[in-house]
Nanobody
């Protein structure tokens, strides 16, 4: 019953910004970790950012650090990924994920996934 729905992906020029949203429905996420992953064609799904909802701690991949910010709105059951200074290398399908526990960098540790939203960064 617990589901995640991502939105906000679109075409953007290099150097621009996007904010992705991930809304959780069908249950409570108060004890959950939330994560953003991305997958480019021909590549493995990689961790981008994570947020421990109850504690509020965050983790970022090296590529995201300093450019992306993960945040949450508990009242709205929504997690965001603010993406600034976008590069063509950021082009990928971005997935929201959730798990009832701590943040993991490995996608296999995450149980609940959204459908993905396409982010395309032009040169």
């Amino acid at each position: 019953q617990v589901q995640l729905v991502e939105s906000g992906g679109r075409l953007v020029q290099a150097g621009g910004s996007l904010r992705l949203s991930c809304e959780g429905t069908g249950g409570t996420f108060s004890t959950y970790a939330m994560g953003w992953f991305r997958q480019a064609p021909g590549k493995e799904r990689e961790f981008v950012a994570g947020l421990q909802l109850k504690i509020g701690n965050t983790y970022y991949s090296n590529s995201a650090k300093g450019r992306f910010t993960i945040s949450g709105d508990n009242a709205k059951n929504t997690v965001y990924l603010q993406m600034d200074s976008l590069k063509p290398e950021d082009t990928a399908v971005y997935y929201c994920a959730a798990r009832n526990g701590r943040i993991w960098y490995d996608s296999i540790q995450w149980d609940i996934w959204g459908q993905g939203t396409q982010v395309t960064v032009s040169s």
